[in-house]
């Protein structure tokens, strides 16, 4: 049975969103308000994902919560139209992005089965037009499934030239680099052996059999009437402060499979039913036992997922208060999603937000599987948290101290109730931390570039090293470095002449891209000010800490020794002026 929010009038005007919710839908939400598993459980999570947009500044959430039975509930929260208070409507479409990955996946082993690919056979071997330098080894079928061919993650499918190929940087299966050039080729390999395009492919395979009627394969001008009104930042050029200003975003089209699906959180459901049944829905299998094993077999290790996860086939295996957890989350130009799956409990939720503001919905799907497992369990059910993941900062009092630069600049960094605060030049800056471990300054002086903090070198005996637990010894931002007071290590560096001729502002109209700003500290260039680039050919740089990194900045097109042109994992940027413009 599905129903909308079943939460009681008094908590809506509580939680603001009352005004979300027309009379029509306000009185079928009250009339279903007994229906959902432990209404009181709904409640809460209601509650929490009310204050968690409010949090994270969220327009619109859809939200789906399936089990092996059959679905259990579709919610709507906020607006697709935030001008006109127009409320986000269960039969929205919205963009899934990288959940796709699942979808190809089982077209793949609906393949296998039929006997028309060998997962454990090269990729040349089916399309052998592909365009790739594999200097380590064939990348097989089992590669591109699990992101471990060691090729770049967005490179382009078609270079525009040969000598801008994307560059195999280790051994296949060796590690796991996530890859969404080897979904585009998997897109590629079934239109070779359907014989038909991918839309036309998983929507015979998979959405009909399914149910999923109203799923959209690709996202088109023609299905763009369906597609909930979705947000970006104003200032798409620069780390997003939480509650500053976002904007409409415009149209898009997507027909590659590493990410292509706009669905209704009813038929997201319908999926999660599949799967929690290992495949089978309707009284007929999508794939065999056999084939759902392949899918969630932990494959190879994927700490992008978390210290101790997996990867299957287009989906991320951890566990969940000790149940296995089938998950992904995708990301769009203008939405963001997380789906998952406890195969044990066998509940499934997914959510998505009409915004790209740099974080995914897995809190709110998360707590929707513990609550629902509880209430099966008769168990205690979890509290429901308070979230502040942008402000409230794990081991505050680790990061106070005082910073000074070379150049003799002094700030420092203040903590009080486990949040921080940058104090410089008389100003008191809040700092916001990101997921990836940066933090965010809303103050005109660092609105480019995010502020890190460096770490003393990881103990030759860690293994694995604990980062939280190294030392904190600079902060950084941008081109700026201030070593932290009483930190007798590495010096402040002259930059380099050589270095800054590469030093600039890159912008690429892709809305994928947008503007990537390089910049010299301590005698090494950054990417954004974050992703350090180590000289690995003429004009050429890996991208991040990892030796294995497989993805790559080339500089070219020079004109009185400075590139006018940059290449990033074979995207095309264009040098448009001073970094700090």
Not at 165 to 180: D, I, S, V
């Amino acid at each position: 049975m599905t129903t909308l929010n079943s939460i009681s009038r008094r908590d809506m005007l509580a939680m603001g969103l009352l005004a979300a919710l027309p009379g029509t839908l306000l009185s079928e939400a009250a009339r279903a308000a007994a229906a959902p598993p432990n209404t009181a459980a709904m409640q809460a999570l209601d509650r929490f994902i009310a204050g968690y947009c409010e949090a994270m500044n969220a327009p619109g959430l859809t939200l789906g919560l399936a089990g092996a039975e059959g679905p259990l509930r579709v919610s709507s929260y906020g607006y697709v139209d935030i001008a006109a208070k127009i409320p986000v409507s269960p039969s929205h479409l919205f963009e899934i992005g990288s959940i796709t990955k699942s979808f190809v996946a089982l077209v793949i082993l609906q393949l296998h089965e039929e006997g028309k690919v060998d997962l454990q056979a090269p990729i040349h071997g089916y399309l052998p037009w592909l365009a790739m330098q594999t200097d380590f080894g064939d990348i097989l079928i089992h590669h591109l499934l699990t992101h471990s061919s060691g090729m770049p993650d967005d490179a382009p499918l078609f270079p525009s030239s040969p000598q801008r190929r994307p560059r195999q940087a280790l051994k296949p299966g060796t590690e796991f680099h996530y890859c969404n050039w080897g979904y585009d080729v998997l897109g590629h390999l079934i239109e070779a052996l359907d014989g038909r395009s991918w839309s036309a492919a998983v929507n015979e395979r998979i959405l009909k059999p399914i149910g999923m009627l109203d799923t959209a394969p690709i996202i088109t001008s023609a299905v763009r009437p369906r597609i909930a009104q979705s947000y970006v930042p104003l200032h798409d050029d620069r780390p997003y402060p939480r509650h500053a200003p976002i904007v409409p975003a415009g149209n898009l089209a997507v027909d590659f499979a590493a990410g292509s699906i706009a669905s209704t959180p009813k038929d997201m459901n319908l999926y999660m039913q599949a799967l929690l049944n290992r495949g089978e829905i309707h009284g007929r299998r999508i794939v065999s036992e056999e084939s759902f094993k392949l899918f969630s077999t932990r494959h190879i290790a994927a700490p992008a997922f978390g210290p101790t996860a997996g990867y299957g086939y287009g989906i991320a295996i951890d566990t969940l208060d000790g149940h296995v957890r089938l998950r992904h989350t995708g990301g769009m130009v203008s939405f963001m999603s997380a789906m998952h799956l406890d195969l044990d409990s066998r509940f499934g939720a997914f959510a998505s937000i009409n915004a790209q503001l740099g974080y995914r919905p897995n809190p709110v799907v998360q707590l929707a599987l513990q609550l629902l497992r509880s209430g099966k369990e008769h168990t205690k059910p979890p509290a429901t948290p308070e979230f502040d993941g942008a402000a409230r900062v794990e081991a505050a009092q680790s990061y106070a101290g005082v910073y000074t630069s070379g150049a003799g600049r002094r700030m420092e960094v203040k903590n009080a109730s486990d949040r921080l605060a940058l104090a410089v030049d008389g100003h008191s800056i809040p700092l916001q931390q990101s997921e990836d471990g940066s933090f965010i300054a809303a103050h005109p002086g660092f609105e480019l570039f995010p502020i890190v903090f460096e770490r003393a070198a990881a103990s030759i005996s860690a293994d694995p090293p604990d980062n939280s637990k190294r030392p904190i010894t600079a902060l950084s931002s941008g081109a700026e470095w201030f070593a932290r007071e009483g930190y007798r290590g590495q010096p402040p560096l002259e930059p380099s002449t050589e270095l800054a001729r590469y030093v600039g502002k890159y912008y690429s109209e892709n809305p994928w891209y947008g503007v990537i700003r390089v910049v010299q500290r301590q005698r090494q260039l950054w990417m954004g000010g974050t992703e350090p680039l180590t000289i690995v050919g003429k004009h050429l740089f890996r991208v991040g800490e990892q030796p294995s990194s497989p993805s790559v900045v080339e500089f070219s097109e020079w004109v009185d020794d400075t590139p006018q042109l940059l290449w990033f994992d074979g995207a095309q940027f264009r040098r448009v002026g001073d970094v700090n413009s």
